[in-house]
């Protein structure tokens, strides 16, 4: 279960590298959101995943001996979703707004010559 | 006053944001507010800084949690003194802002959002967990974004799309690292960090969590080679804007590699060995890049990663004498770099260009202006007495014990290309006639300005040069302080000791 979602973690990380570096400013955008949700699922993932075990001393218990599920984790990842979410909202946004006033997607051409400013 | 105290700066700058919003619109009683806000700031700081002067470092955790397992908000020296300068920066810049930005940008929430950004900043100084610090960086970012972007000129939006990107990588590589970290130590607290982490076993991993760390925090701080967001982006904001962000966002980031590098990872005796090369590297690529600019905010942007060069040096030789000189040159690195952006602003105000061939004449114009605004320049030059020499005294002598030739070349180099990049900025801006394809000086802003916006304008560029002369010529004090902050930090059992209790 773990290889699989290291694989699916480092997809992640290969998909949004490679879309950040494209031309296209709604690539770019996509390629930041599937970064921080590889993120996400890295910092699950290094929590040592346990299946069925929640965090919960019996009641007649003062330790908890099993393997349990890590809460730590997963509300690092739950913080992480909500920045990421915000973030990408604005950026959004932001490449709404920039598109309107450049006028292209391709970011090749977003290079105003500010010489005389 | 208890350890509670530590939570007053963070509340202040909150309830301030809070406030404000409610004023959305009124721009003459948000600048009102706003200043009061930061003036508040400003006292509690330096009560902040006081009680951690004569009681040493104060710890709270929160929600009452012990730590290793709550979220820990620690002041020690070195945070109560970067707090202190975050909360002089603000309200320097929002008096600034209050004369010189115009009034659809203070209606859309400058000021709400300038209040979350230095709460973001004195909560990252203040952070005593790795994710806390994650949390607080982000609050940065977000805030800075909107600011780059308040106003919604082409230029702006352009560097805004370039700095949000290398931002959020930064981001997304730091989240790697914290998660790499937490695997393999089980824990976050710093204190708690810096005790397991010499005592693991898997160090090649510990090895790679940390070159991670210095990636993220190395984007922020923008050294070599991952520095090129910088000349993007921050000449493109108005230029109280620009102040914020030059004197004090990369200054979070030397401050995390700092304070991560000394506490955590300081065995790792490679690592210093590459940041000490990054930092030459940093020198060289500042200083080149400032020799071909024009435009006096992209020189002083270049500037700016010239100079986080001195201040990874000394975090990277990791002696007491070069900690003491990174510490100091922080110190004297803030002020300074924001009162070359208003500076910056101001001359674009006088004469409607920044860009320095077209500029001329204005020490036979505005001689006041002029000597004002040679304060701030000499001082990033580092001409002796004024502070910009004493860290780089520091730094050259501890890279002569510890044998680092090569790095002094570098040292010497930057403050060199530094010393030449200003003399002809003097020279073009301030000494020669205005040449003939000069934008009419009738035109610009300046003239037509009000004596009260005048005085807005330059009270902070006075308050922040009093403060980088008080610096230079009162070295001593400081140079006590950074001494007593880099011996804290070399032998952090106080720390440790303070937090895990």
Request: a neutral charge; aromatic letters at 12%; proline letters at 4%.
């Amino acid at each position: 279960m773990e290889v699989l979602l290291a694989g699916m973690t480092g997809l992640l990380y290969a998909a949004g590298l490679y879309l950040i570096l494209r031309r296209s400013l709604v690539k770019l955008i996509i390629g930041i959101i599937l970064l921080g949700n590889g993120a996400n699922l890295l910092i699950f993932l290094l929590g040592r995943i346990e299946k069925g075990k929640p965090p919960i001393i019996p009641a007649d218990a003062s330790l908890l001996v099993d393997a349990f599920a890590d809460p730590v984790p997963q509300a690092l990842i739950l913080t992480a979703i909500v920045i990421s979410f915000g973030l990408q909202a604005f950026a959004i946004i932001l490449i709404k707004r920039a598109y309107k006033v450049v006028d292209t997607d391709d970011l090749d051409q977003i290079n105003a010559k500010d010489e005389d400013l | 006053m208890s350890a509670q105290f530590i939570i007053l700066p963070l509340l202040v700058h909150f309830a301030s944001a809070v406030v404000l919003l409610f004023f959305w619109g009124n721009t003459r009683i948000q600048r009102l507010l706003s200043v009061a806000g930061h003036a508040v700031s400003l006292a509690v700081a330096v009560a902040l800084f006081v009680l951690v002067r004569q009681s040493g470092i104060q710890v709270v955790q929160l929600g009452d949690w012990a730590a290793p397992f709550g979220i820990t908000l620690v002041a020690d020296m070195l945070a109560a003194t970067l707090v202190l300068l975050t909360a002089l920066l603000g309200f320097a810049v929002a008096i600034h802002a209050s004369g010189s930005l115009g009034e659809l940008r203070l209606t859309f929430g400058f000021f709400p959002i300038m209040h979350f950004l230095l709460l973001g900043l004195s909560g990252a100084f203040l952070a005593g967990d790795v994710f806390n610090l994650y949390v607080w960086f982000e609050i940065i970012i977000i805030s800075s974004f909107v600011l780059i972007t308040l106003g919604g000129e082409r230029l702006q939006l352009e560097g805004a799309v370039k700095y949000f990107t290398l931002n959020v990588l930064a981001s997304v590589v730091f989240l790697t690292a914290v998660a790499f970290l937490y695997g393999l130590a089980g824990t976050l607290n710093m204190a708690d960090l810096a005790v397991k982490v010499p005592q693991l076993n898997n160090q090649s991993l510990v090895r790679v969590s940390a070159l991670l760390f210095f990636i993220g925090f190395g984007i922020k701080s923008a050294v070599f080679p991952m520095y090129f967001w910088l000349p993007a982006s921050y000449h493109a904001p108005p230029s109280a804007v620009s102040a914020i962000f030059a004197g004090l966002l990369t200054k979070v980031g030397v401050y995390a590699l700092i304070r991560m590098f000394s506490l955590v990872f300081a065995a790792d005796t490679l690592l210093f060995e590459i940041l000490v090369w990054i930092a030459a590297a940093t020198l060289f690529a500042g200083g080149v890049g400032a020799l071909v600019e024009k435009n006096i905010s992209r020189i002083f942007s270049y500037f700016i990663i010239c100079h986080i060069g001195y201040m990874v040096a000394g975090l990277g030789m990791l002696t007491e004498a070069a900690l003491a000189g990174a510490v100091f040159y922080l110190v004297h690195d803030i002020p300074v770099k924001a009162n070359l952006f208003l500076g910056a602003g101001l001359v674009r105000k006088l004469r409607g260009t920044a860009n320095i061939h077209k500029l001329g004449g204005l020490y036979a114009a505005y001689p006041v202006l002029a000597l004002l605004l040679a304060v701030p320049l000499f001082s990033v030059a580092g001409i002796p007495p004024l502070s910009g020499f004493w860290p780089k005294l520091s730094l050259i002598l501890s890279g002569i014990d510890t044998s680092r030739y090569a790095l002094i070349g570098f040292m010497l180099f930057g403050s060199f290309i530094t010393l030449f990049v200003v003399a002809r900025l003097w020279a073009e801006a301030f000494w020669k006639n205005s040449p003939e394809n000069a934008p009419d000086p009738g035109q610009a802003e300046y003239p037509g300005l009000n004596a009260q916006q005048r005085r807005l304008i330059l009270a902070p560029i006075i308050l922040l040069a009093a403060v980088s002369l008080y610096i230079g010529f009162g070295a001593e004090h400081v140079q006590q302080l950074a001494n007593g902050i880099a011996g804290d930090l070399l032998a952090p059992q106080a720390y440790i000791q303070a937090v895990l209790k």
